[in-house]
């Protein structure tokens, strides 16, 4: 197959200036943004480390995330802890719920950007 990975993500805002700036000051993420260990940023791009990514369709009926919303992200994470702590200083709202994580898939946890979208932060196993 000549597909490699994701190229893009891309979605609707009321204010995209103000949520792609709400991503990259609580996330690091967007254009101009780099993972650890990816060298330097890139203007256009989001530059991230190699790994698991899940590309899985829903029932329109599931009630995983918000009925009105279309999609949810879920962003590949290292040091959950530290993230939730740095987020929950920020006064954005964090759900945890001990029933979501497993041994075998990692640790999970819930936010909401300024629209409304779901972010469902995710520290596999392999990244503690």
Same mark, same amino acid.
């Given at each position: ?6 190229? +893009? ?17 609580? &996330? ?15 203007? %256009?791009? %989001? ?25 949810? &992200? ?8 530290? &993230? ?8 954005? /709202? ?9 041994? +075998? &898939? +990692? ?5 909401? /950007? ?15």
């Amino acid at each position: 197959m000549p597909v490699l990975g994701v190229g +893009g993500i891309f979605f609707r805002a009321q204010d995209p200036e103000a949520l792609n700036a709400w991503y990259r000051q609580h &996330l690091g993420i967007g254009a101009g943004c780099a993972a650890e260990d990816t060298g330097p940023p890139e203007e %256009w791009t %989001w530059t991230v480390q190699g790994g698991p990514l899940v590309f899985a369709p829903f029932e329109r009926g599931t009630d995983y995330w918000a009925p009105d919303k279309q999609f949810m &992200l879920n962003l590949r994470v290292r040091d959950l802890d530290g &993230l939730l702590e740095a987020l929950r200083a920020s006064d954005i /709202d964090v759900t945890v719920d001990p029933a979501w994580d497993s041994q +075998g &898939l +990692g640790r999970f946890a819930r936010i909401h /950007d300024p629209d409304g979208n779901a972010i469902e932060l995710w520290e596999p196993p392999a990244a503690r």
